[in-house]
T-cell receptor, first 112, second 113 residues
Framework: DVKVTQSSRYLVKRTGEKVFLECVQD?????MFWYRQDPGLGLRLIYF???????EKGDIPEGYSVSREKKERFSLILESASTNQTSMYLC???????????FGPGTRLTVT | AQSVTQLGSHVSVSEGALVLLRCNYS??????LFWYVQYPNQGLQLLLK??????LVKGINGFEAEFKKSETSFHLTKPSAHMSDAAEYFC???????????FGKGTTLSVSS
């Protein structure tokens, strides 16, 4: 079974803080993804990575950056958290670029 | 631009009734298609997928979906709803360029006894 884990289920941060969300997968997948999920908007792609140290912007990258130093780990960074970044963040991984994605349980981030 | 449209943000059915969740997509080439389910406070779980071959795809928990190229649709059905089916359902398609998937906005399924 593919397992994707995220470092926190719930996180509360203050405006202006630097926030790190960590994601680890155990299936040696090449591709990893970060999405944010908001009511009525579905899942929107923030960034993805198709190899170590490789990344591409998704549909809503503004205010975010990512890091992939090891194949199994993909980090999402909020350089200076703002209240409009309060959301559910979902990490996923996949073996192929267009194949099924396996999701972590999500991190519900609240920025106050 | 590619898009995925899920008709109806909320669908309510009675236990034992047919479940029909609609998904239409726009794509210049036949895409790969997916349905995911999300239970409260959990991540997304794959229900079923279409890549190539048979257009009627069976998934977990008794769900199935049919790829209709002429209608650019991939509707999800289940003959008899169960209380445990109450969840949010997402349709997704592969992008024609690059990687990642495009997700619809989701449909919340409520099942009443």
């Amino acid at each position: 079974d593919v397992k994707v884990t995220q470092s926190s289920r719930y996180l509360v941060k203050r405006t202006g803080e630097k926030v790190f969300l960590e994601c680890v997968q155990d299936m040696d997948h090449e591709n990893m993804f970060w999405y944010r999920q908001d009511p009525g908007l579905g899942l929107r792609l923030i960034y993805f990575s198709y190899d170590v140290k490789m990344k591409e912007k998704g549909d809503i990258p503004e205010g975010y950056s990512v890091s992939r130093e090891k194949k199994e780990r993909f980090s999402l960074i909020l350089e200076s958290a703002s209240t409009n970044q309060t959301s559910m963040y979902l990490c996923a991984s996949s073996l192929s670029r267009v194949g099924e994605q396996y999701f972590g349980p999500g991190t519900r981030l609240t920025v106050t | 631009a590619q898009s995925v449209t899920q008709l109806g943000s909320h669908v309510s059915v009675s236990e034992g009734a047919l479940v029909l969740l609609r998904c239409n997509y726009s794509s210049s080439v036949p895409p790969y298609l997916f349905w995911y389910v999300q239970y409260p406070n959990q991540g997304l779980q794959l229900l079923l997928k279409y890549t190539t071959g048979a257009t009627l795809v069976k998934g977990i928990n008794g769900f199935e979906a049919e790829f209709k190229k002429s209608e650019t649709s991939f509707h999800l059905t289940k003959p008899s709803a169960h209380m445990s089916d109450a969840a949010e359902y997402f349709c997704a398609v592969s992008r024609t360029a690059g990687t990642a998937l495009i997700f619809g906005k989701g449909t919340t399924l409520s099942v009443s006894s």
